[in-house]
């Protein structure tokens, strides 16, 4: 009996040694990158389309906004689309240029025939076409309207004339002076007419144009800035109390400002739409009407749209600017709101 009492008695200090064994504490546990990564995704993913849907919410305060962005990103872009067209007009003024060379009215047949297979072996002249003083006169008759009056001269005052057209890699106004002073050069030539004075003040224009739009581009792109900024900021105020519990809980800075980088990227990208179908719109309204004029002129002109290029790198650049207008605003602003 004594020696059941001492087992009963060893089993139960066994049990209280058992239980006052000190505790080893909390056990922490470690995030994986993976789930960082997809916690960072799914927020991402949740901002994208609740921003969205706060905009959706309120369609006329959002379409002003919009619309707003979209005047300022259609101005220069509908500047830079008549800048292209000008410049593929003037391209196709300048595709084939002609250098006129008159010759001596006493150069003969064996001269001038000479001068051309010379001529005809140079890289820079593509084709060479030859005008006798005769179909010279009679050409200037049927487009001068004074036939009558040069019928009645005694003698022909028109030269033999050759109509150069310069190789693709001489068509460059210096490339091109180059060639007329070296046709200038042969010893039956008495003139070489080379009028390009027209071509470079197209190009100095269209440099010109070009940083006009430029200018007025990075203007509007600022206002658009201030414009995504101040609407922005206005949300930010608007929801001051949801960011100041979000702070409280241990929401960082970069997961409040997440949305509203979106919500400046969707106003963006809304008015980079917008922007580009009202130059759609003007390019609809004008294309009849420039096709039947080129018709009239006989040319083969067609006017160029914004394109999808065009398209794309404006809504890129309406997307971007946005971002970039909310990422000012909610920097300046997000760091004021501490709980």
Known sequence: MARGDNSAKHNSNKAQTTKVQPSKGAVQTKTSLRDRFRAYRGHHRASFSDSLSRLLRTPMQTLMTA????????LPATLLVALGNIQQLGESWDASPKISVYLHLRASDEAISQLVQRLERLPEVRTIEYLSADKALQQFQQMSGFGDVIASLDSN???????VTPSATAIEPEALKLLGQKLAEEAIVDEVSLDMDWVRR????MVLGKKIVAALAGLLGLGVLLVIGNTVRLAIENRRDEIVVVKLVGGTDGYVRRPFLYTGAWYGFMGGVLACIIVAAGYLSLHSTVSNLAMLYQSDFSLQGLGLVKGSLLLGASTLIGLLGAWLAVGRHLAQIEP
């Open 157 to 163: 005052p028109l030269p033999a004339t050759l109509i």
């Open 202 to 205: 197209l190009r100095e224009l």
């Open 67 to 74: 619309l707003v962005v979209a005047i300022a990103l259609a």
